[in-house]
């Protein structure tokens, strides 16, 4: 089924308070997507950030961001007033997120939501009482570890006391004690997620949207998942990883890319028939309709880095679980909607390993255009069985990208587009990304708005600039959504 959908993380949606919610203007996102004939929303991974604010280095593999809980929904609860919300300050630019403010801002707001929720009987409640069950095997220790981090100013486990950092039965016992009352505050939170992004997303499907979620391959070393279980990874007797993960040199970086993660101990994965692995898809299923699989030629082979190594450069490839971790997912899963995210240099063992799961792969039109005219990006190359955007987040924005393009690539775009100017060649771009035979074409909510790289989500290997866009209010009109909404039609995509 031929189908078109936006890119657009939470994050970049506008609201009062300084990050995109689940609130209305999510809510107006998708009657927008309706409006354009849109059958997909693509979304960026929803987990609690730290420093960086990267949503691919959370806290949790299943808990949610508490930034994202809408306050006008506790406002009508009667959890907050508008004029406790109002009177902060979420920063200054309505186009970019200041992390130090919401997080300065935000939890203060969310404890007296809490208190005001505990006074309401809210942890009486059936459905309360409901979500802590169900979501206990991760839930309780990922509101421990917070706990512990607010008690340990901030410090990742490995700096804690031995005792809690090696999970000692005493110590779990004396600081869950101890710490009852902020535990309970972060599962207050993950309640408050849950309920609103299943709202939303039962909202969007309802209007005939699917959601694209992103499950990042490896978790943060700095989470409760390593602290909680390091049985999972390769880690020495003191907790500390082994050897981490990243991406070899290349073209775009001569020392490659260190990501710092730590890296999965396979043999144990097997030998659970991969347990963990089951859990964290099965719960990504509730969280979304389908699942990109992100770095996906990391279950053939990955890249393993001494820890310690100031850069990528002196790694080497080890072997991934291959196609047994699939077969295993399809046989206790059954058949589910999953993107590869196969991008960067593919070996024939990567191929074979796509072509065995069935699973679409990723084309991406800011690849195409080598003059040479023989890379693998070009439509013409294509088959049905894949999803093109023209960009991803961690690329620029087409516009930004045409601007940064050589000669000899701008005079073999026009060539290939059939173009003699450079007026619109970012809507081009667009069009020709849905007139692919490519079974999904999604592109980023920037270039349908013909932003340059001042709304760039992420540049890769960088800190400090990455994961704040937003967008204007007003923007989403319906000039924009018919001049959409024909482009799909066009190219057979309603």
């Known amino acids: 089924m031929r189908q078109q959908g936006i890119l657009l993380p939470i994050s970049s ?21 309706k409006k ?21 280095q959370s806290f949790s593999t299943f808990a949610g961001n508490p930034y994202y809980i809408d306050l006008e929904q506790l406002i009508e609860k009667g959890y907050l007033t508008k004029e406790e919300c109002d009177a902060l300050d979420f920063g200054d630019h309505p186009n970019y997120v200041d992390y130090e403010k919401m997080y300065n801002q935000r939890f203060p707001l969310l404890r007296k939501a809490w208190e005001r929720a505990l006074k309401k009987g809210l942890e009486s409640k059936k459905d309360y009482v409901t979500f802590l ?24 486990f490995i700096d804690w006391d031995e005792d809690i950092r090696l999970r000692k039965p005493l110590a ?12 309970r505050f972060y599962n207050f939170q993950q309640y408050l997620f849950a309920t609103q992004w299943k709202e939303l997303k039962l909202y969007a499907n309802k209007a005939g949207i699917q959601i694209v979620g992103d499950i990042p391959i490896y978790v943060a070393f700095d989470s409760a998942d390593t602290w909680s279980h390091p049985e999972l990874f390769q880690l020495d007797a003191n907790g500390m990883p082994i050897g981490v993960a990243g991406c070899p040199p290349d073209a775009f970086s001569s020392t490659g890319q260190l990501w710092g993660n730590p890296l999965y101990n396979w043999e144990f ?9 089951m859990q964290r898809i099965a719960y990504c299923y509730e969280l979304y309709d389908v699942v990109r699989i992100d770095h996906f030629r990391g279950f053939d082979e990955y890249w393993f880095v001494p820890y310690g190594d100031p850069t990528a450069a002196k790694g080497h490839w080890e072997a991934g679980p291959g196609y047994e971790i699939f077969e295993t997912m399809k046989r206790k899963l059954g058949k589910k909607k999953v993107i590869a995210e196969d991008l960067g240099f593919l070996t024939d063992s990567v191929k074979k390993l796509l072509e ?6 990723m084309k991406i039109l800011h690849f195409a255009f080598d003059p040479s005219g023989i890379s693998i990006y070009l439509p013409h190359n294509y088959d049905r069985n894949c999803v093109v955007y023209t960009g991803t987040h961690d690329n620029e924005t087409t516009v930004g990208w045409l601007q940064s393009r050589s000669y000899e690539e701008k005079q073999f775009l026009k060539e290939y587009l059939n173009r003699t100017d450079d007026e619109d060649l970012c809507w081009e771009l667009i069009r020709v990304a849905c007139s692919s035979v490519a079974d999904t074409a999604i592109i980023p909510m920037q270039d349908y708005l013909a932003l340059g790289n001042e709304a760039r989500i992420n540049t890769p290997s960088t800190l400090g600039d990455n994961w704040k866009w937003r967008m204007s209010r007003g923007v989403l009109t319906d000039e924009l959504a018919g001049k959409i909404w024909k482009l799909t039609k066009n190219y057979g995509r309603l």
């Open 172 to 183: 779990i016992a004396k600081y869950t004690r101890e710490l009852a009352d902020e535990i």
């Open 36 to 56: 354009a004939g849109q059958k997909v929303w693509q979304i960026l991974p929803l987990g609690p950030i730290g420093y960086g604010a990267s949503p691919y």
């Open 133 to 156: 069950q169900k979501n206990s095997y991760w839930l309780e220790d990922y509101a421990l570890y917070m706990a512990l981090k607010d008690a340990f100013p901030g410090k990742c």
């Open 13 to 33: 949606i506008p609201s009062d308070y300084g990050i995109g919610t689940f609130g209305k203007e999510s809510y107006a996102f998708v009657d927008f997507l």
């Open 269 to 277: 994965h097997k030998k659970t028939n991969y347990a963990w692995w």
């Open 356 to 361: 065995d799961t069935g699973y679409p792969g």
